[in-house]
């Protein structure tokens, strides 16, 4: 390979290598504005950085009943983390939804 091809090839590489360990090392990915996209593992704060306010997400809650029923309201209640965190905080058609809370 010519050397003008290595000082092409190895910066992208690299850049490669680390996209990729920060892809995998992020939870989550956030819509940034401008068609773009950060990944991170904190959701919360990355959206408090790129909104200029944080997230009020409640207080914890007490659930009663027996230990299937908790189970099932615990199943919920993840699922609705989930969603929470990935759609509405991560994708640009919750953008403004985002401002009123």
């Known amino acids: ?3 003008p091809a290595l000082k092409v090839v190895i910066p992208f590489l690299v ?3 680390h996209l990729e360990s920060n892809v995998l090392a992020a939870d989550r990915c956030a819509d940034s504005g401008n068609d773009g996209f950060v990944c991170t593992r904190d959701i919360l704060l ?3 950085r790129l909104d ?6 409640g207080v914890d809650q007490r659930i009663d ?4 029923e908790k189970q099932q309201i615990r199943d919920v209640l993840q699922e609705m983390e989930d969603y929470f965190l990935s759609e509405v905080l991560g994708m640009p058609e919750y953008e403004h939804v985002r401002p009123h809370w």
């Open 65 to 68: 009943g027996s230990e299937a």
């Open 1 to 3: 390979m010519p050397r």
């Open 52 to 57: 200029g306010r944080s997230v009020d997400m």
């Open 15 to 17: 850049w490669m290598v």
């Open 46 to 48: 990355l959206r408090e």
